[in-house]
């Protein structure tokens, strides 16, 4: 009779495409805020030289070309490993354009109430808004979320 071998420990499945996918939203928050942080720098000196169409030509180069692709290989390395990410990752990086959402930086932050008068507060609505792309993302803010189906009492 073989010795019975203990049992492994258990990981994390595609643990290599996890480390993958954190090393890419770090590295593409890295570069974000450092183009944000030069931006940030050249417009102070450079306010009275942006007009019309030099103003939409700084807004697209604020943004490093290599932050974006990063953003891009993301999205890509978890949609084929079928990865599940994280809701704050999800939350934090533009569906559209691929940008890591910074608050002031890279994104606006505003909090709407569409009920009569803003009576209800389970109504608020936060609004992420991209300002490399102007998408939004709408996420409710102090609503219960509703129980699973099969853990509801009835």
Same mark, same amino acid.
């Given at each position: 009779?073989?010795?019975?071998?203990?049992?492994?420990?258990? %990981?994390?499945?595609?643990?290599? *495409?996890?480390?993958?996918?954190?090393?890419?939203?770090?590295?593409?928050?890295? *570069?974000? *805020?450092?183009?944000?942080?030069?931006?940030? #720098?050249?417009?102070?000196?450079?306010?009275?030289?942006?007009?019309?169409?030099?103003?939409?030509?700084?807004?697209? #180069?604020?943004?490093?070309? @290599?932050? @974006? #692709? @990063? +953003?891009?290989? @993301?999205?890509?390395?978890?949609?084929? %490993?079928?990865?599940?990410?994280?809701?704050?990752?999800?939350?934090?990086?533009?569906?559209?354009?691929?940008?890591?959402?910074?608050? +002031?930086?890279?994104?606006?932050? *505003?909090?709407?109430?569409?009920?009569?008068? %803003?009576?209800?507060?389970?109504?608020?609505?936060?609004?992420?808004?991209?300002?490399?792309?102007? +998408?939004?993302?709408?996420?409710?803010? %102090?609503?219960?979320?509703?129980?699973?189906?099969?853990?509801?009492?009835?």
């Amino acid at each position: 009779m073989a010795k019975d071998k203990p049992p492994k420990a258990k %990981g994390i499945p595609n643990k290599h *495409l996890h480390a993958r996918t954190t090393f890419l939203y770090q590295a593409a928050a890295y *570069l974000t *805020l450092q183009t944000a942080s030069k931006h940030a #720098q050249s417009a102070a000196s450079d306010t009275e030289h942006a007009h019309g169409t030099e103003q939409t030509k700084s807004r697209s #180069q604020n943004h490093s070309p @290599l932050a @974006l #692709q @990063l +953003g891009s290989d @993301l999205h890509s390395v978890s949609r084929k %490993g079928q990865l599940r990410l994280a809701v704050d990752l999800k939350r934090s990086m533009c569906k559209s354009c691929n940008t890591i959402l910074i608050p +002031g930086r890279t994104a606006t932050q *505003l909090i709407e109430n569409h009920s009569k008068n %803003g009576k209800k507060p389970w109504a608020d609505v936060l609004v992420i808004e991209c300002k490399l792309c102007g +998408g939004k993302k709408r996420l409710p803010i %102090g609503a219960k979320r509703q129980a699973k189906k099969s853990e509801r009492t009835t």
